[in-house]
């Protein structure tokens, strides 16, 4: 029997002609995606409150020979996202991605969480999602074509003491991507959730594991016994925004070296696995 050849994408320019909107995108996880979609030949649009840090991303894409622009906007003010959005829609031509990556957290038990810092947090994390991902779509779907990634965490679904603000949104975040995919699938519109492990990031690293004690005890939470890299997480966030993805929507992929799931996993006296 003859073997048909199977011919492999080129991954240098699997986003070559493409347009991707990249919120948070000054730094961490953000910074990383958009410089993959950009490295695969896409033009990039990072978004985010502070200029500083996008017009970093912007000059690293542009070293790298890409093509990058910033807006600066904040996602909870859902007439200036729509006017974001739409003007890079106009500007470009047309919108192929969104990765809705901007965030706020901070660790609090629960009982001593203001209304104000729950406020802040689902008016970033779920409001600036759904407002970004609205405004996409009036592009994506007259277009039948589009690709949405929402950058969550796994304790969306489990839970984590002192995340209870940021594990109620993100958990909205799954609801909303998963009824999306369905009211889009057949309109050519994909959209799907990520969700990232411990990461080396400055700004994870400040909020969720500032001290070395507590830095410990998060990697000793991760059966890889290691953080992920920005970049690791940026490479399966391609893999989701791109053509090799066409038949997943209402996914959640979870990149966290089993750390979830070790949850789940008995030791021994000693505490070993």
Same mark, same amino acid.
């Given at each position: 029997?003859?073997?048909?050849?199977?011919?492999?994408?080129?991954?240098?320019?699997?986003?070559?002609?493409?347009?991707?909107?990249?919120?948070?995108?000054?730094?961490?996880?953000?910074?990383?995606?958009?410089?993959?979609?950009?490295?695969?030949?896409?033009?990039?649009?990072? !978004?985010?409150?502070?200029?500083?840090?996008?017009?970093?991303?912007?000059? !690293? /894409?542009?070293? +790298?020979?890409?093509?990058?622009?910033?807006?600066?906007?904040?996602?909870?003010?859902?007439?200036?996202?729509?006017?974001?959005?739409?003007?890079?829609?106009?500007?470009? *031509?047309?919108?192929?991605?969104?990765?809705?990556?901007?965030?706020?957290?901070?660790?609090?038990?629960?009982?001593?969480?203001?209304?104000?810092?729950? =406020?802040?947090? /689902?008016?970033?994390? !779920?409001? *600036?999602?759904?407002? +970004?991902?609205?405004?996409?779509?009036?592009?994506?779907?007259? +277009?039948?074509?589009?690709?949405?990634?929402?950058?969550?965490?796994?304790?969306?679904?489990?839970?984590?003491?002192? $995340?209870?603000?940021?594990?109620?949104?993100?958990?909205?975040?799954?609801?909303?991507?998963?009824?999306?995919?369905?009211?889009?699938?057949?309109?050519?519109?994909?959209?799907?959730?990520?969700?990232?492990?411990? $990461?080396?990031?400055?700004?994870?690293? =400040?909020?969720?594991?500032?001290?070395?004690?507590?830095?410990?005890?998060?990697?000793?939470?991760?059966?890889?016994?290691?953080?992920?890299?920005?970049?690791?997480?940026?490479?399966?966030?391609?893999?989701?925004?791109?053509?090799? +993805?066409?038949?997943?929507?209402?996914?959640?992929?979870?990149?966290?070296?089993?750390?979830?799931?070790?949850?789940?996993?008995?030791?021994?006296?000693?505490?070993?696995?």
């Amino acid at each position: 029997m003859t073997e048909t050849a199977v011919r492999l994408p080129d991954l240098t320019r699997e986003f070559e002609g493409r347009v991707a909107l990249v919120t948070g995108g000054g730094s961490g996880i953000g910074r990383a995606i958009a410089r993959r979609y950009a490295a695969g030949g896409g033009t990039v649009v990072v !978004l985010g409150r502070r200029e500083e840090p996008l017009k970093e991303t912007v000059a !690293l /894409i542009e070293a +790298a020979g890409g093509r990058a622009d910033l807006v600066s906007c904040d996602v909870r003010d859902a007439v200036a996202v729509a006017d974001a959005v739409n003007g890079v829609a106009d500007r470009e *031509g047309r919108l192929d991605a969104l990765v809705n990556n901007a965030a706020g957290n901070f660790v609090v038990p629960g009982e001593r969480l203001s209304p104000n810092g729950w =406020k802040a947090v /689902i008016d970033i994390v !779920l409001n *600036g999602t759904f407002y +970004a991902t609205r405004a996409a779509a009036d592009h994506m779907l007259p +277009a039948g074509s589009g690709s949405i990634l929402n950058v969550i965490a796994t304790y969306a679904w489990h839970g984590h003491p002192g $995340t209870v603000h940021s594990a109620a949104a993100k958990g909205g975040i799954v609801a909303m991507t998963r009824t999306l995919a369905t009211e889009w699938a057949g309109r050519g519109v994909r959209i799907n959730c990520i969700a990232p492990g411990p $990461t080396e990031t400055e700004g994870a690293g =400040k909020a969720l594991w500032g001290t070395a004690a507590a830095r410990e005890r998060v990697l000793a939470s991760v059966p890889a016994h290691r953080f992920a890299s920005p970049e690791e997480i940026a490479e399966s966030a391609g893999y989701l925004l791109s053509d090799r +993805a066409d038949y997943v929507t209402g996914e959640v992929h979870v990149v966290d070296g089993a750390q979830w799931l070790g949850k789940s996993v008995y030791t021994d006296e000693g505490g070993n696995r």
